[in-house]
């Protein structure tokens, strides 16, 4: 099993300190915006900071999409902010409504990947921010809907550093891709893993999907176009 799982990692694009997105750019991005996140909380919770939190865990899960894989689409605008806030508002609701924190931690957490699935806005710390909520809201401090502005605060001060950081660091976000004016010939069909490799290098970005089933949509692709 444990060979399985080191075997794995060898499909995988290595990230230098610069380069190929860089895991430092999205490091420092990352704690930075952390850091802002905070600061803007105390500044506008003023006296209130006390009693919310200034600063809640989820949010450390997406500042890792938005500053280190920022062309997902689990780690776009849309799917930080509203995954985050539909997520938290659904484990506040289900916290009150239930009273029993396992419960309706668990109730939270499922309906919260239904409403992100549906709604298009599907964000893993949504998920987070479900099981955060529901257990405060069905604990002993009993969290009323007053813990939702921390939270929001979180989101759209991480998502404004991200949209500076990233369009300033050379990655556009939210992500578009560039796609090509002409379609490939018949020549450029056969390429070789070394190919796809390089071309992901000049993206310049980190795409959370496995480099061999990108070649296997490729591949699949391609039979079929040739069938037809």
């Keep these: 099993m444990l060979k399985f799982l080191i075997s794995r990692s060898a499909s995988l694009l290595p990230q230098a300190a610069i380069g190929h997105l ?33 600063l809640v865990a989820p949010l450390g899960a997406s500042a890792v999409l ?32 239930i009273g029993q924190p396992v419960l309706a931690a668990g109730l939270a957490v499922g309906i919260a990947i239904a409403a992100m699935s549906v709604t298009r806005c599907l964000h893993p710390p949504g998920g987070a921010c479900a099981l955060l909520c529901a257990l405060g809201a069905a604990g002993p401090e009993a969290w009323g809907w007053a813990y939702l502005l921390p939270i929001a605060i979180n989101v759209l001060a991480l998502s404004a550093g991200g949209w500076c950081y990233n369009n300033l660091t050379g990655h556009p976000w939210p992500h578009h891709a560039v796609v090509p004016t002409a379609p490939p010939t018949g020549a450029g069909l056969a390429y070789s893993h070394e190919d796809l490799e390089a071309v992901l290098a000049d993206w310049n970005e980190v795409l959370d999907v496995d480099i061999d089933d990108l070649d296997a949509i490729y591949q ?6 040739t069938s037809r």
Excluded: E
Excluded at 40 to 45: D, F, G, Q, W, Y
Excluded at 69 to 90: D, E, F, K, W, Y
């Design 22 to 54: 860089g895991w430092m750019r999205g490091a420092i991005g990352g704690g930075l915006a952390i850091l802002a996140s905070g600061l803007v909380a105390l500044v506008l919770l003023g006296t209130n900071s006390a009693a919310l939190p200034v």
């Design 66 to 97: 938005v500053f280190a894989v920022p062309a997902s689409p689990l780690a776009q605008p849309r799917s930080v902010i509203g995954g985050n806030l539909l997520s938290a508002a659904i484990g506040l609701t289900l916290g009150h409504a």
């Design 220 to 225: 699949a692709l391609h039979r079929r176009v």
